[in-house]
């Protein structure tokens, strides 16, 4: 598959994945899409992330989650979303079960990159 039909196939995936959270009581709003390469060295400089990271390449989206209108900001309230997530195709990774989670990471692999 092709990195662009990768990322067309991520968008897809991610509409169908934000209607089944609201679907399901849960409400969002967006954290970070688009990283450009610059801000990823950045934030890997100061152990905040990756050089490579997947939003440079427009395969993952960090989602800010609410539940009852509250802010959820431990990984583990995203837990039932990123299983949704991981089951709507093989490809998809969620940041919570990275050895430092990051619950509200939503990608797809790509070149051997969660």
């Known amino acids: ?7 067309r196939l991520f968008v897809r995936l991610f509409a169908d994945f934000i209607i089944w959270c609201y679907e399901n009581g849960y409400e969002l709003t967006d954290g970070e ?7 990823a060295a950045l934030y890997a400089s100061q152990g905040r992330g990756i050089a490579n990271s997947l939003h440079t390449q427009r395969l993952a989206r960090d989602m800010n989650l609410f539940i009852g209108g509250v802010y959820q900001a431990d990984s583990e309230a995203h837990r039932p979303l990123g299983e949704k997530w991981k089951s709507m195709h093989e490809l998809a990774r969620w940041g919570g079960d990275f050895s430092k989670p990051d619950g509200n990471h939503y990608s797809m692999e790509h070149e051997g990159v969660c």
């Open 33 to 39: 899409a688009y990283r450009p390469p610059e801000l």
């Open 1 to 7: 598959m092709t990195l662009g039909e990768k990322q």
